[in-house]
Structures are given as C-alpha cells and as structure tokens.
Nanobody, 122 residues
C-alpha cells in the first residue's frame, strides 16, 4: 500500500491550496479516505473524511465551510481543497486510507502517506 500526498506549499492568509493523495496497492474505490494534520508540537488531528460512495463527508469544526474533501475513484485520488487559509492551518497534512467510523468518529487505519507541508503566513 502506498499513499503519496502532493500540493503543499506556502501561502499567505486568505489564500488557497489543493492537496492531492494518490493511492496504490489498496482497494481505493470501496474505502473511506481521510485527511489529518499535525502542527509542530501538537498531536495529529482529524481534518476531513469522505465515504467510498462520495455521498458522505465529515469535517472538523475548525475547517468546516473552508475546506472541501473530494475523490476521483477512477484516478485513485482524494483531494482537499483549502480556502480562506489561516496561520493556524499551518501543519503537515497526511492522507489516511481505509479507516472506519466508530460512534460518529473516524478511526484511522494503519495506512498513511508521508505528509505534505502547508505553511500559512499572516
């Protein structure tokens, strides 16, 4: 199983970025996908998830209304469109494949990408 994130970079507050995560060696089209992030000195936190069927997605309160998760099953890729970025969005963003929902919370699987750095300056 291989997950590769891309699209990170440095932007000013209010700007936008789109992250991509391409998956191989894994039944992508029938599994939930998610994005997490980890800021320096903090624990990794959930950002967004999307069901295999595309019909359902979840977001953390901190990104709701600003970020959009989507997927293209034919391309085996999940995206995270990030708008109205804030300095507090600065973190390494990780893709996770095949987690599950437990009591309405997404529990990540063992399958992670190496991450991509997002830096938002004020």
């Amino acid at each position: 199983v291989q997950l590769v994130e891309s699209g990170g970079g440095s932007v000013q507050a209010g700007g936008s970025l789109t992250l991509s995560c391409t998956v191989s060696g894994f039944p992508f089209s029938t599994n939930t996908m998610a994005w997490f992030r980890q800021a320096a000195g903090k624990e990794r936190e959930f950002v967004a998830s999307i069901l295999w069927s595309v019909v359902g997605s979840e977001y953390s309160e901190s990104v709701k209304g600003r970020f959009t998760i989507s997927r293209d099953n034919a391309k085996r890729t999940v995206y995270l469109q990030m708008n109205s970025l804030k300095p507090e969005d600065t973190a390494i963003y990780y893709c996770n494949a095949g987690g599950s929902y437990t009591s309405d919370f997404y529990s990540p699987s063992e399958y992670w990408g190496p991450g991509t750095q997002v830096t938002v300056s004020s």
